[in-house]
Structures are given as C-alpha cells and as structure tokens.
C-alpha cells in the first residue's frame, strides 16, 4: 500500500480504533438499511470463551484465541506470559453468548 492510499484508508475510517471494527458497523449499517420492517437484533460479545454451564462446563469446540492461550496455561505448555498487572480480560462464556441471542431476538419482536 502507498503512502497515498494509507492517507486515504485513514481519512474513511476516521474515528474507528481499526478497520475490524470499521468493517462491522459497516455490515451493521448496511443490516439496519435494508432489513426494511424486518426486527432486527445485533449482538456484539466480546471474546467468546468455554460455557458456563451448558452443555457442560467447560465446553468448547475449538481451541482458537484466548480458548488456545488458556489451554496452553492450563496443560503447562505455556509457563509465562506478559501483561500488563491492571489487564483484565474481557471474555464471556459461549453459553451466556447463546443465551444472550435468544433474548435478543425475543427482544427484537415484542
């Protein structure tokens, strides 16, 4: 990418911390302007981590971002890590995501 096109991606994204998150209000606008009388709900979770509770705890199906970081801890692979001591982690159990869905969908027609 040349100096001229950067310029320009940073002109469009503006205020967008990154093109990530640029790109997903992007669909979300796009959603909302041709969902016409549709309802519509979008959720927006955080990294999605192993359930709570269902099916059973600690249930996952793959071990991809911080799935993969924790299972490397946990199994010793992984014996150090660096941080900041004021981070915390953002993440929420797939069970409470799936849940959230539900009732926001719900939500979204009543």
Same mark, same amino acid.
Request: aromatic share 8%.
């Given at each position: 990418?040349?100096?001229?096109?950067?310029?320009?991606?940073?002109?469009?994204?503006?205020?967008?911390?990154?093109?990530?998150? *640029? =790109?997903?209000?992007?669909?979300?606008?796009?959603?909302?302007?041709?969902? +016409?009388?549709? &309802?519509?709900?979008?959720?927006? &979770?955080?990294?999605?981590? =192993?359930?709570?509770?269902? &099916?059973? #705890?600690?249930?996952?199906?793959?071990?991809? +971002?911080?799935? +993969?970081?924790?299972?490397? *801890?946990?199994?010793?692979?992984?014996? =150090? +890590?660096?941080?900041?001591?004021?981070?915390?982690?953002?993440?929420?159990?797939?069970?409470?995501?799936?849940? #959230?869905?539900?009732?926001?969908? *719900?939500?979204? =027609?009543?």
């Amino acid at each position: 990418m040349n100096i001229g096109r950067a310029v320009e991606v940073v002109r469009i994204i503006d205020t967008w911390p990154n093109t990530y998150t *640029f =790109t997903k209000a992007i669909a979300e606008s796009i959603i909302r302007k041709t969902a +016409g009388d549709l &309802p519509i709900a979008i959720v927006r &979770p955080s990294q999605v981590s =192993t359930s709570l509770k269902e &099916p059973v #705890c600690g249930w996952i199906d793959n071990v991809y +971002g911080p799935n +993969g970081a924790a299972l490397g *801890f946990f199994a010793g692979l992984v014996r =150090t +890590g660096v941080s900041h001591a004021e981070t915390k982690l953002n993440m929420i159990p797939v069970d409470m995501v799936a849940n #959230c869905i539900i009732a926001a969908a *719900f939500g979204a =027609t009543t």
